[in-house]
């Protein structure tokens, strides 16, 4: 089994159902299995793709993004989704990275391609524009030669890592079919369910979660053109009669905020890349009464890993049990497994667990450890089996649900003419969750404006990742050995 047979099991029984709901247009699972198909054969013949060859997709949310995924899948290829607010810099080094020649990508991303080339000249694009105009696209692939195990790589996806660099998370067809299956049973889905896709495509939490599990379960996904303003999004969700909905913290606290064009449809709700407040939640479910579930999952593992039950039985402020066929554990430094209320790493260990990371065996050693996945996050396991976050991976910030590490934003600060040194810590805020605020010491005699530095940030960082302020210091604070103290950065006042 592999997704792209799975997704024709999905396909002979829903042939002419809608699938894909995008403003006013509607496509088939017919249609989308005849788009991945002109994709596959295009790449084949026009790209020479073959079997493991890891492909690039660089796009917006858009409707060919499934048929894209679909397509390099059917080909035999790796699906290696990009951040599409990465600069070309940043993609640049995953294109390196993974070895990647062919790049999927839309008119208007594909304006980067000279800046791309230069350090990677092998590089060719496919546009996306060219799926329904592609030349002499007739017939199949040859047979067989395509044809994925389960256990062959399926999606490269890069995650930024401590190390200041991304680092690509193999998973394999079985990695992602188990998470999918998983998933389908603690949220009860079934074939009417309609999700509705207002997230990042390209993150793991929807790749599995908003795309695979609608498509091979038979449902249907309403993907959302613009999250502004929210009450759009509540009559898009009552229009196309939604009834599951993954978001963010912030998206749901917005919701709370905005005013209600009419009952919705939702079924279900789930919360997922960063910790929900229990405000957020009582709010919302007052507001609403419709359940509102936290979850708990990262991209090494496909990525969900816990759920809280859809029963009576959910704890706000816990990111809830297990999901079915996963097994989590905590665990201190030497492996030994701790007992209720002990607090120590949260480790997780099933099928959904990745192969390792693109080319690195020394960082996939450190974080595999005899079958269990050491998340790096800190956390305890209450009497009822139920899991609890009690503090991030060391200085991970979220900024919109999104990973964001203080590292590469300090290597970026230190490339910066002038900077001495520089440090970057998270700073609450009530939009984004976090944002990043720099500090900053410069080189004797220089003088820099705030506005030059963030400009310089900006050109090489998504905007994202771009501090919120740069401040000035004469020097930063460090110990003893010589080790900046971000505890005390943390303990400055900053001004919005």
């Known amino acids: 089994m592999n997704i792209t047979s799975a997704f024709a099991a999905a396909l002979e029984a829903n042939a002419d159902k809608t699938a894909l709901f995008w403003g006013d247009r509607e496509f088939s699972y017919r249609e989308l299995r005849e788009q991945a198909r002109l994709v596959a054969l295009h790449l084949h013949r026009q790209f020479n793709v073959r079997k493991g060859d890891r492909v690039g997709v660089w796009l917006k949310n858009c409707p060919e993004f499934i048929p894209v995924l679909l397509g390099v899948l059917e080909a035999g290829a790796v699906f290696v989704p990009i951040n599409n607010f990465f600069k070309s810099d940043e993609v640049g080094f995953i294109l390196a990275d993974a070895g990647i020649d062919v ?19 092998c590089l060719r694009l496919f546009r996306i524009e060219e799926i329904q105009t592609g030349p002499g696209l007739e017939g199949n692939l040859v047979t067989g030669e395509a044809a994925a195990e389960e256990s062959d790589l399926a999606v490269l996806i890069y995650t930024s890592g401590t190390t200041g660099r991304p680092k690509g998370a193999m998973l394999s067809h079985g990695n992602l079919l188990h998470n999918v299956e998983s998933c389908r049973i603690i949220l009860r889905v079934v074939n009417f ?11 793991s939490y929807m790749l599995t979660v908003g795309i695979l599990l609608p498509m091979l379960v038979g449902g249907s996904i309403v993907l959302v053109k613009s999250v502004h303003p929210v009450r759009n999004v509540l009559q898009e969700i009552i229009q196309r009669e939604a009834t599951v909905l993954p978001a963010i913290p912030q998206f749901y606290r917005s919701m709370v905020g905005a005013s209600l064009p009419g009952p919705l449809p939702l079924r279900l709700c789930v919360s997922g890349a960063a910790p929900l407040p229990v405000t957020i939640l009582e709010e919302f479910e007052a507001k609403f009464h419709i359940p509102l579930i936290e979850g708990y999952g990262l991209s090494e593992a496909s990525p969900v890993v816990t759920k809280n039950p859809l029963d009576g039985t959910r704890r706000p402020g816990s ?21 209720p209320e002990e607090i120590g790493e949260v480790c997780v260990r099933g099928g959904n667990v990745m192969l390792g990371y693109w080319n690195q065996p020394a960082e996939t050693a450190k974080v595999l450890r005899r079958g269990w996945l050491l998340t790096g996050d800190i956390g305890r396991r209450d009497r009822d089996g139920f899991y609890y976050i009690t503090d991030r991976k060391k200085d991970m910030l979220l900024v919109n649900g999104i990973n964001v590490y203080p590292r590469e934003i300090e290597e ?80 400055i006042e900053v001004d919005a």
Do not use: W
Not at 104 to 121: C, Y
Not at 193 to 203: A, C, G, S
Not at 432 to 455: C, I, M, P, S, Y
């Open 319 to 339: 990111i809830g049990l297990p999901i079915p066929n996963i097994e989590v554990s905590i665990q201190d430094e030497a492996g030994t497994l701790l007992g």
């Open 412 to 491: 970026v600060l230190y490339q910066c003419p002038g900077v001495k040194e520089a440090a970057v810590i998270g700073k609450p805020d009530p939009r984004r969750g976090e944002q990043a605020v720099a500090f900053v010491a410069l080189n004797d005699g220089v003088t820099l404006e705030e506005k030059a530095v963030l400009h310089f940030v900006r050109h090489r960082l998504a905007d994202y990742k771009v501090p919120r302020r740069i401040l000035f210091l004469p020097a930063l604070p460090r110990n003893a050995t010589g080790k900046i103290l971000k505890t005390a950065l943390r303990s």
């Open 193 to 203: 369910d309609r999700f509705v896709v207002l997230l990042p495509m390209f993150h």
């Open 103 to 121: 790049l999927v990508t839309d008119a208007d991303l594909s304006t980067h391609f000279k800046a791309l080339a230069v350090n990677r000249p």
